[in-house]
């Protein structure tokens, strides 16, 4: 057989965790078993320069919703013209128009990227998984990014258990060594080197919880008034969150960089990272976090407890809850001692479990075993 051609599809405009997962597989597939190609929407080919800079074939296309047709035949164009093997979409709203699709143009095989749960399921209807059984009849394989992700499709999508796979995301841990920058990024960024940094890296959308940080600063600042919130990322609520600062009082104390591609040099500029997320499907946050030897404050959602054990690598809190996610980051601020033992024992279990290579050679696996019928 020729190379395996894969059509990944994408449909945020906005680079995420997905984003990366998908950026990761296009770069580092053996390509000479894997032709991958890549359909996603134009602005977010603009954030990922990367994919310029490779061998992939691109289609400009943002087919999210069967009621944009233009979007749609844009996605069959490419599909006819690529004449994929196998089709990957990331995240449900791609599924739900590429893999009924691509299956009526005959492309051979579907394989659904699941990250976690959307924030826009809400009423009775999209709340009720209908839609996703019914278009799960033209997915041949489902890829789960944590074990609680996998629990979630099969509990409450009621996704056969036998179309579920497991392949935790992972990072290209190599990237990630401890000292690397830290002086630099806060000279760089203004900051003192005594001053204690609290961190947060995401994009600035609802699902990412920063409002909950920025209400559980005010009681950080009151035992140590010369902390700092450094925000990393951008996104929709940029404007919003910078004014909650402002009512609050703290704009003096946080830093907004907007999106930065040098995400290991400021984790290493940070005394602890913070994941406030409502849901997540497999945080790569808390995994470069980690890898960096920095103790995580996260919320215990879904495959987050995977990655961050409580009270040894760093500390799980409830969603949405700014007092007990201010109780967590002052503890370990005013335990330097006990935060650097968690962030060792982070970066232990991370470079045992959450290698991007693993990731891929799971991934290639599962794409072989579709196409060939293998299993």
């Known amino acids: 057989m020729s190379r395996i051609r894969i059509l990944f599809v994408l449909t945020q ?4 965790g997905a984003e990366e997962v998908v950026l990761a597989l296009l770069n580092r597939l053996d390509p000479l078993e894997f032709e991958p190609a890549l359909a996603c929407p134009e602005t977010l080919l603009d954030a990922m320069p990367e994919v310029r800079l490779m061998a992939v074939e691109t289609f400009r296309a943002s087919a999210e919703s069967w009621v944009e047709p233009r979007e749609v035949s844009k996605l069959a164009a490419g599909i006819r013209r690529f004449r994929p093997h196998l089709v990957n979409p990331h995240l449900f709203r791609s599924t739900l128009v590429a893999a009924p699709l691509a299956k009526w143009l005959g492309v051979p095989r579907v394989v659904e990227t699941y990250h976690g749960r959307e924030a826009w399921r809400r009423g009775p209807i999209k709340g009720s998984f209908l839609v996703d059984r019914i278009v799960s009849h033209w997915v041949d394989r489902v890829i789960a990014v944590s074990e609680a992700a996998r629990d979630f499709l099969v509990r409450a999508k009621r996704i056969r ?14 990237l990630f060594k401890p000292g690397m920058a830290a002086d630099g990024v806060r000279q760089e960024l203004g900051l003192e080197p005594h001053v204690p940094v609290v961190g947060v890296v995401g994009r600035l959308e609802p699902q990412k919880g920063h409002l909950f940080v920025l209400d559980a600063f005010p009681s950080v600042l009151a035992e140590l008034p ?24 703290i704009s003096g104390r946080v830093l907004f960089t907007g999106f930065r591609t040098d995400v290991p040099r400021l984790l290493d500029a940070m005394d602890l990272a913070v994941l406030p997320s409502l849901f997540e499907g497999m945080p790569l946050t808390a995994i470069e976090a980690a890898a960096m030897a920095r103790p995580v404050v996260a919320t215990r959602v879904d495959g987050t407890p995977e990655v961050v054990r409580d009270g040894i690598t760093g ?34 279990r991370v470079l045992a479990r959450f290698d991007l290579q693993a990731q891929v050679e799971a991934t290639a696996r599962v794409y072989r075993e579709v196409v060939t019928g293998a299993a």
């Open 161 to 174: 258990p036998s179309k579920v796979v497991v392949v935790p995301n992972g990072r290209d841990l190599s």
């Open 13 to 16: 405009a906005v680079r995420g």
């Open 315 to 348: 500390r799980l809190v409830p969603p949405g809850d700014p007092v007990a996610l201010g109780e967590a980051i002052r503890a370990l601020l005013h335990d330097p001692s006990g935060a650097r033992r968690m962030g060792e024992a982070g970066r232990a």
């Open 226 to 249: 010369e902390a700092r919130l450094l925000i990393v990322g951008d996104g929709s609520l940029r404007r919003a969150l910078e004014g909650r600062a402002a009512r609050l009082g």
